[in-house]
C-alpha cells in the first residue's frame, strides 16, 4: 500500500515508483535478453560497416583517418543495437509505463549513434576533399571552419530531438527564447559579429591558410582559422590573434594572391659613357628578360627613365612569375649580374650603385611565405 506522504510527491517521482514496484524477475530476464540480443547486433553492425569501408576504399581509392574508421563502425552498431531493442521492447514483459521509459532511452541512444556518425561522416568528407584540392584551394577552410559549424549544427539537432523525446514542449521554448533570445544576443553581440566573420571568410576567401597577408598594421602568415579568431604568424615569429569580426571591415591585402612578383632596378650611368654603347646594353638586357620562361611575357622595361646631375638612369622593371622567394631573389640576382656583365661587355660604367625597389620590401618576407 502506497503511504499518504507519497501522494503529495510530483508526478514523476510517483511514475519511478511505480516503474521500480512492477519491476519482478521477469522484467529483469526480459531487460537482459534484450541486452544480450543488442550485443549480438552491435557485432553485426560493426562488421557490416567495416565491410563497407573496405568496399569503398577498395573501389574509391580513398584512405579514411582511423579515426573516422572507428568512429562509423562504433556508431553503425550502436544504431544497429538500438534499433533490435526497440523492436524486442514489444515482446517484453513489461507494462506500458516500462516501455514507454525503455522506448524512450532506446531512442536517446539511436540518437548518439546517429550524431556520432554523422561527426564521422562529415569529417571524412572534409578530409577527402582537403586530400583532392591539396593546399592552394579555397577548400582548405572546410578545416577550421566549415566543419566546426556542421558540428555545431549536428549537436543543436541533436538536443532539440532529445527535448522532443522526453515530451519538452519545444515550441513553448522557441517563444520564450524570442524575449530572452534578446538579452543573450546583444551580450554575445561580439561572439555573433566572430561568427559572420568567419562566414565571410568562407564564401568571400579573401586568403587562406599559409597565404602572407596584411591586415591594417598587422602582416604575416594565416596559421589557423577558427570560428571565433584568426591566428596570423608575423614575421618576428609572435602569433596574433585576431577576431573574426575585424574582418567585415578591414582591409585585406594578400600577397599570397600576387600572380606575379614586380621587380623595379635603376641603374645610373655617366655622361661619359657612349649613346650608342647604352642602347645596345638595354637592347641586351631587353633580349634576356625575352627569353626567360619565368618572367612574365610583353611586361618587361628596359629604357631610360630620367637624366639628373648624377648622370643617365636607365629602369629595368620586370615581373617574375615564381612560388616562393629564395626563387625570386635567385633570379633577380641573375639579371643584376647579367646587367653588370653586359656593361663591362659594351664599356660602360656605372656613376653609383644599382637601385633594387621590390613590392612590399624583401627585409619583410620570410622564406615560409614564398
Same mark, same amino acid.
Not at 6 to 29: C, T, V
Not at 38 to 58: E, N, P, Q, T
Given at each position: 500500500?502506497?503511504?499518504?506522504?507519497?501522494?503529495?510527491?510530483?508526478?514523476?517521482?510517483?511514475?519511478?515508483?511505480?516503474?521500480?514496484?512492477?519491476?519482478?524477475?521477469?522484467?529483469? #530476464?526480459?531487460? #537482459?535478453?534484450?541486452?544480450?540480443?543488442?550485443?549480438? @547486433?552491435?557485432?553485426?553492425?560493426?562488421?557490416?560497416?567495416?565491410?563497407?569501408?573496405?568496399?569503398? %576504399?577498395?573501389?574509391?581509392?580513398?584512405?579514411?583517418?582511423?579515426?573516422?574508421? %572507428?568512429?562509423?563502425?562504433?556508431?553503425?552498431?550502436?544504431?544497429?543495437?538500438?534499433?533490435?531493442?526497440?523492436?524486442?521492447?514489444?515482446?517484453?514483459?513489461f507494462n506500458a509505463l516500462q516501455r514507454?521509459?525503455?522506448?524512450?532511452?532506446?531512442?536517446?541512444?539511436?540518437?548518439?549513434?546517429? *550524431?556520432?556518425?554523422?561527426? !564521422?561522416?562529415?569529417?571524412?568528407?572534409?578530409?577527402?576533399?582537403?586530400?583532392?584540392?591539396?593546399?592552394?584551394?579555397?577548400?582548405?577552410?572546410?578545416?577550421?571552419?566549415?566543419?566546426?559549424?556542421?558540428?555545431?549544427?549536428? +549537436?543543436?539537432? !541533436?538536443?532539440?530531438?532529445?527535448?522532443?523525446?522526453?515530451?519538452?514542449?519545444?515550441?513553448?521554448?522557441? !517563444?520564450?527564447?524570442?524575449?530572452?533570445?534578446?538579452?543573450?544576443?546583444?551580450?554575445?553581440?561580439?561572439?555573433?559579429?566572430?561568427? #559572420?566573420?568567419?562566414?565571410?571568410?568562407? /564564401?568571400?576567401?579573401? /586568403?587562406?591558410? *599559409?597565404?602572407?597577408?596584411?591586415?591594417?598594421?598587422?602582416?604575416?602568415?594565416?596559421?589557423?582559422?577558427?570560428?571565433?579568431?584568426?591566428?596570423?604568424?608575423? /614575421?618576428?615569429?609572435?602569433?596574433?590573434?585576431l577576431p573574426n569580426a575585424n574582418l567585415?571591415?578591414?582591409?585585406?591585402?594578400? #600577397?599570397?594572391?600576387?600572380?606575379? %612578383?614586380?621587380?623595379?632596378?635603376?641603374?645610373?650611368?655617366?655622361?661619359?659613357?657612349?649613346?650608342?654603347?647604352?642602347?645596345?646594353?638595354?637592347?641586351?638586357? %631587353?633580349?634576356?628578360?625575352?627569353?626567360?620562361?619565368?618572367?612574365?611575357?610583353?611586361?618587361?622595361?628596359?629604357?631610360?627613365?630620367?637624366?639628373?646631375?648624377?648622370?643617365?638612369? +636607365?629602369?629595368?622593371?620586370?615581373?617574375?612569375?615564381?612560388?616562393?622567394?629564395?626563387?625570386?631573389?635567385?633570379?633577380?640576382?641573375?639579371?643584376?649580374?647579367?646587367?653588370?656583365?653586359? @656593361?663591362?661587355?659594351?664599356?660602360?660604367? /656605372? !656613376?653609383?650603385?644599382?637601385?633594387?625597389?621590390?613590392?612590399?620590401?624583401?627585409?619583410?618576407?620570410?622564406?615560409?611565405?614564398?
Open positions: 500500500m502506497i503511504p499518504l506522504a507519497w501522494l503529495s510527491q510530483p508526478k514523476w517521482l510517483r511514475e519511478i515508483d511505480d516503474i521500480a514496484r512492477g519491476f519482478g524477475p521477469d522484467q529483469a #530476464f526480459g531487460v #537482459f535478453r534484450i541486452l544480450l540480443f543488442a550485443a549480438c @547486433a552491435y557485432g553485426v553492425g560493426f562488421g557490416l560497416a567495416a565491410l563497407a569501408i573496405k568496399l569503398s %576504399r577498395r573501389f574509391s581509392g580513398q584512405e579514411i583517418a582511423p579515426r573516422n574508421r %572507428r568512429s562509423i563502425r562504433g556508431a553503425a552498431g550502436l544504431l544497429t543495437a538500438t534499433w533490435w531493442a526497440d523492436q524486442l521492447l514489444a515482446f517484453g514483459p514507454t521509459v525503455l522506448n524512450s532511452l532506446t531512442d536517446v541512444m539511436s540518437l548518439i549513434g546517429a *550524431g556520432w556518425l554523422a561527426f !564521422a561522416l562529415w569529417d571524412t568528407v572534409c578530409d577527402a576533399i582537403i586530400e583532392r584540392t591539396g593546399n592552394q584551394r579555397a577548400e582548405r577552410l572546410l578545416i577550421p571552419v566549415t566543419r566546426k559549424l556542421v558540428r555545431v549544427l549536428i +549537436v543543436s539537432v !541533436a538536443a532539440i530531438v532529445s527535448l522532443s523525446i522526453f515530451g519538452v514542449n519545444i515550441a513553448g521554448i522557441v !517563444a520564450g527564447l524570442g524575449i530572452g533570445g534578446i538579452v543573450v544576443a546583444l551580450a554575445a553581440k561580439d561572439s555573433v559579429e566572430n561568427v #559572420f566573420g568567419s562566414v565571410t571568410i568562407l /564564401f568571400d576567401t579573401p /586568403f587562406k591558410l *599559409g597565404d602572407w597577408v596584411r591586415i591594417d598594421k598587422i602582416e604575416g602568415v594565416v596559421e589557423e582559422i577558427n570560428l571565433r579568431s584568426t591566428r596570423i604568424r608575423t /614575421f618576428e615569429d609572435t602569433l596574433i590573434t567585415i571591415r578591414a582591409s585585406v591585402e594578400n #600577397f599570397g594572391a600576387r600572380r606575379s %612578383r614586380r621587380q623595379r632596378v635603376t641603374m645610373r650611368l655617366p655622361y661619359g659613357n657612349p649613346p650608342d654603347g647604352i642602347e645596345a646594353w638595354t637592347y641586351d638586357l %631587353r633580349s634576356y628578360l625575352a627569353e626567360q620562361s619565368e618572367v612574365t611575357p610583353d611586361r618587361s622595361i628596359v629604357a631610360i627613365s630620367e637624366v639628373n646631375d648624377g648622370g643617365v638612369v +636607365v629602369l629595368i622593371q620586370t615581373y617574375f612569375e615564381v612560388e616562393s622567394q629564395a626563387e625570386e631573389l635567385e633570379l633577380r640576382q641573375r639579371l643584376v649580374l647579367h646587367a653588370i656583365e653586359r @656593361a663591362n661587355a659594351r664599356g660602360l660604367s /656605372f !656613376a653609383a650603385a644599382p637601385t633594387v625597389v621590390v613590392n612590399p620590401p624583401i627585409d619583410r618576407a620570410a622564406e615560409s611565405v614564398g
